[in-house]
């Protein structure tokens, strides 16, 4: 066996959706905390934790892949953790697949790292994909810098059980984080930056206090100037939260609401518990509430016995919505749900044809959002550079990334005027820098 000596230096990295990268945030806050140093960007690092992704088909062989790929040039490597959805539902047998995996340690396990690093340390290959009733959030060190933008997860897991989808399984049944507990950590997230703040969860508005409350309490933090929740089940859009959109000026006009299919047919097979009439009446209820607001959805294309009708009314749902952007995805079978073992498989020359015109149709739908934001007075929050030097890109309470011309620095807020609009990205002239006359 390799002899593999105290990490000194790590390197995590997140794949999938953001609640593994706010995991990632927080391994790499306790391995500091630890006294390890992360390597920057291409360096070498002692210690690598691949946090993985496992919602799509291929993601496991990836992973491995990935693992492979960490061999160095002189034919050593570092010591490697496997973590995130992958390694929940691998376990052990990750293990036996890769002799380069040290340890694994899953979603619901990961304060533990540092105790599994040391193991390492010891000659042992820890596995631990525990889900323990006491939460790992306790178990956390306390967050000290953040980004202007920050993540918060306030809820995880999923008791709704789609039938085509693994997160009930890798991330376990949904738990709810206390109430204290999340104004605290966003009280400390401001404190050390941060002006927005996304809360996070798989089912983020089936938060047992009531999400709306939560929004409430946190819009009372000075300093704090965003708020913005993700991902919502249709189900789970209570009144109180849709009028919250009304209510909150912090709270931004955007809602990520996945429907995954125009459908009723498949939306019953996909165990989905909202129909596209209850889906199309709340949508109307929160634009009611907040006009103007922009929504944002997921797709599958392709679910097994999905007929050319049902695809049609996919469709007819994208054009009755008008997304301001959206996700779509080819479905794929992932073993020990449901829906693999339905009848009915779509041709997948029938799938690409499909995801093909559905993207199409949303690309329609976001170039006309963007544009009709054309000549407008926002104000977006600067996230990062753009590509060419004097250039930034900040949000617009939309969630549309803008282009200006400033030597404004991240995290800096900006009033712009849209002057133009392309699907992806818009452009803009500065008004003011915040703290300008
Ligand atoms: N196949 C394709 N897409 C999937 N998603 C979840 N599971 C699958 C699957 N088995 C998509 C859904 C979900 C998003 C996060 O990923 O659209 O909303
Ligand atoms: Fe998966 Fe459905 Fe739960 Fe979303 S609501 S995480 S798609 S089971």
């Known amino acids: 066996m390799t002899e593999i000596p105290a990490p000194s ?7 999938g959706c953001q609640m593994n990268v706010y995991d990632g945030e927080r391994m790499a806050e306790m391995l500091t905390a630890e006294g390890m140093t992360v390597v920057a960007e291409g360096e070498n690092a002692d210690l690598v934790v691949l946090n993985t992704c496992h919602i799509r088909e291929k993601a496991v062989d990836k992973a491995y892949s990935d693992v492979g790929r960490l061999t160095r040039d002189d034919g050593s490597r570092p010591m490697i953790a496997l973590a995130g959805c992958v390694a929940q539902a691998e376990g052990s047998e990750a293990q036996r697949r890769s002799k380069m995996i040290d340890l694994v340690v899953g979603p619901q396990a990961y304060h533990r790292l540092p105790a599994m690093v040391a193991a390492v340390g010891r000659g042992e290959r820890p596995v631990d994909t525990d889900m323990p009733a006491i939460s790992k959030f306790e178990a956390l060190p306390a967050r000290r810098k953040s980004a202007p933008s920050a993540f918060l997860t306030v809820q ?3 008791d709704k059980f789609c039938t085509y989808c693994v997160v009930p399984y890798t991330r376990g049944a949904e738990i709810s984080r206390a109430f204290a507990d999340i104004v605290g950590e966003a009280q400390t997230l401001v404190d050390g930056g941060a002006r927005e703040i996304t809360l996070l969860g798989q089912n983020v508005n089936a938060w047992a206090g009531g999400l709306d409350k939560l929004i409430h309490a946190i819009a009372e933090i000075d300093g704090l100037k965003r708020i913005r929740y993700t991902t919502s089940h249709p189900a789970d859009m209570t009144d109180e939260l849709i009028a919250a959109h009304g209510e909150v000026d912090k709270l931004m006009p955007h809602l990520h609401l996945p429907v ?9 097979a996909m165990n989905r518990s909202h129909s596209v009439e209850s889906y199309l009446r709340t949508i109307k209820k929160v634009r009611a509430a907040r006009p103007g607001i922009a929504i944002s959805g997921d797709f599958i294309v392709g679910f097994p016995g999905e007929t050319d009708e049902d695809f049609a009314d996919t469709l007819a749902i994208v054009d009755a919505v008008g997304y301001a952007s959206a996700y779509s995805f080819k479905y794929s079978a992932r073993p020990g749900t449901p829906a693999a073992t339905m009848e009915g498989a779509v041709d997948p020359q029938v799938m690409d044809d499909r995801l093909q015109r559905l993207q199409a149709r949303l690309a329609e739908h976001s170039l006309a ?3 009709a934001t054309i000549g407008q007075d926002t104000r977006i929050l600067v996230d990062r550079k753009g590509r060419l030097p004097g250039q930034m890109i900040g949000k617009s ?3 549309q990334s803008i282009f200006v011309e400033t030597e404004a620095a991240i995290g ?3 009033d712009v005027t849209v002057t133009h609009a392309l699907r992806n990205s818009l452009g803009g002239v500065l008004r003011n820098v915040e703290g300008a006359a």
């Open 9 to 15: 230096t790590f390197k995590v990295k997140s794949f």
């Open 156 to 158: 995880e897991g999923c």
């Open 260 to 268: 995954q299919s125009g459908s009723d047919v498949v939306l019953k």
């Open 369 to 371: 959002f963007n544009r």
């Open 397 to 399: 309470p939309w969630l």
């Open 412 to 414: 800096t807020m900006l």
